[in-house]
């Protein structure tokens, strides 16, 4: 009980104290040991999957090269050519927020497209606000798709095992990147004429408006060697359990050797813009790994203490044999927690409980932890809390529109969306479950 309240305090503090969450969970790690008899240093750092802290790494190494060659912004920019209003040319930005978040992280895409959004919205006369927080919600809901866009995939992988082509298709049936995909579409079609009625009369913009963007820069080694290292990445994670090789492993070697060789091409090429390498290493975010491998020790006490192993008791007692019924409350239940608790938070939590409530019961988990993974994600967009993401897109709004925005305009976009999101991924995501069950 007292690992227990160590844990929720610190994700309370996570949550509300105005100071970085990453130094709040390391400190929260340093009181949960000192306070356990049995729950050592040695223990918690034993406790992180060193696995996925490293996919992590070598994901991110190539994310900033990506970033810093121009690609994103680009893509943006032929888009605005094709399109005619700024409407068309939002839904264009947050399409390719949604679909770059399957392989950079969010943080990252909101500081590329955000921004870019923004201004868009000032040039047009319509709210920054709404162009902010749907890139925001765009970027955090697909990265759960496939294996290398953020930490629950990645979770998914270190916990239960789970490889790149099992995100496409699981067992005979669509899994992550399809069910996602349609899901985040549809969802976008659904609110796409509500977000544009509200702010047309607000900004006395038009959203019929045509936007001309101006050609950003691009570097086209940087881009093309970057690109080239994912698609390397992605083939030889597809095939990993043929390798033997761990996918942290893969990801950093692959990372490396795309740095070598643009290290390699910036020296011998003079007048380039190759980004250099400690440039690359010093935009990374690494306030999140810190976070991350914070949040694994923090687990880890939860572990060792008994704890995820009396909840496991508790939610097997509440999982019937039905498997839609069983699917049904676990995925609606983290829905309800991660909107208030930061979903990696919860994820992992879960996570690991369901592989013990697994045990326990001798059934097979693979319906559950979908449902952590895509309810954990698509809960979030509810608050910042859930996503901390979000509150970069919140900063970025309020920025340009000079004054601090109320939380009931925010939520007012993020609710909605979090709500039919839910809804619709709750009911596609049932026809294929039963396909899971092994």
Do not use: C
Not at 67 to 85: A, C, D, E, H, N
Not at 292 to 305: H, P, Q
Not at 402 to 414: A, D, H, N, V, Y
């Amino acid at each position: 009980m007292l690992l227990l309240a160590v844990f929720v305090f610190t994700i309370l503090l996570v949550i509300v104290a105005p100071y970085e969450r990453a130094l709040i969970a390391l400190f929260g790690v340093i009181v949960m040991v000192l306070v356990s008899a049995s729950y050592t240093f040695g223990d918690a750092f034993k406790s992180v999957d060193w696995n996925v802290i490293m996919i992590l790494f070598g994901m991110w190494m190539l994310s900033g090269y990506l970033s810093k060659s121009g690609l994103p912004q680009y893509v943006v920019f032929i888009l605005s050519t094709r399109v005619g209003s700024y409407s068309a040319l939002l839904l264009s930005i947050i399409l390719v927020a949604g679909f770059i978040t399957l392989f950079v992280d969010n943080v990252l895409v909101i500081l590329l497209l955000g921004g870019l959004a923004v201004r868009v919205a000032l040039r047009a006369g319509m709210d920054p606000l709404v162009a902010a927080m749907t890139v925001g919600l765009a970027a955090n809901y697909m990265g759960t798709a496939l294996l290398l866009g953020d930490l629950p995939p990645q979770m998914l992988h270190g916990i239960a095992g789970a490889e790149f082509l099992d995100f496409i298709w699981f067992r005979g049936a669509p899994s992550s990147l399809p069910l996602l995909s349609l899901s985040f579409i549809l969802t976008l079609l659904t609110l796409y004429p509500l977000w544009f009625k509200a702010t047309r009369t607000r900004m006395g913009g038009d959203a019929s408006s045509t936007i001309e963007l101006e050609a950003p820069k691009l570097d086209k080694i940087t881009a093309f060697v970057a690109t080239f290292g994912f698609i390397a990445f992605i083939v030889l994670a597809s095939i990993r359990p043929m390798l033997g090789v761990e996918l942290g492993a893969l990801a950093v070697s692959v990372a490396t050797a795309t740095s070598v060789l643009l290290e390699l091409l910036r020296y011998n090429f003079k007048g380039n813009s190759i980004p250099a390498f400690e440039d690359v290493l010093r935009d990374m975010e690494w306030r999140v790994i810190i976070f991350y491998i914070s949040l694994f020790m923090l687990v880890g006490g939860l572990k060792a203490g008994g704890v995820i192993d009396e909840v496991s008791r508790i939610v097997a007692s509440y999982i019937e044999r039905d498997i839609l019924l069983s699917y049904t409350l676990v995925y609606w239940v983290t829905a309800l927690l991660s909107t208030v608790v930061e979903h990696d938070a919860v994820i992992l939590f879960l996570l690991k409980s369901l592989k013990e409530t697994g045990g326990i019961l001798g059934l097979d988990p693979w319906p559950h932890y979908w449902a952590v993974a895509w309810a954990g994600t698509l809960g979030s967009n509810a608050t910042i809390a859930g996503a901390p993401a979000l509150y970069l897109s919140l900063v970025i709004a309020e920025k340009a529109r000079g004054t601090r925005i109320s939380w009931i305009e925010w939520l007012k976009i993020t609710i909605p969306f979090t709500i039919i999101s839910l809804l619709i991924h709750y009911i596609l995501s049932i026809i294929v479950v039963p396909y899971y069950i092994d």
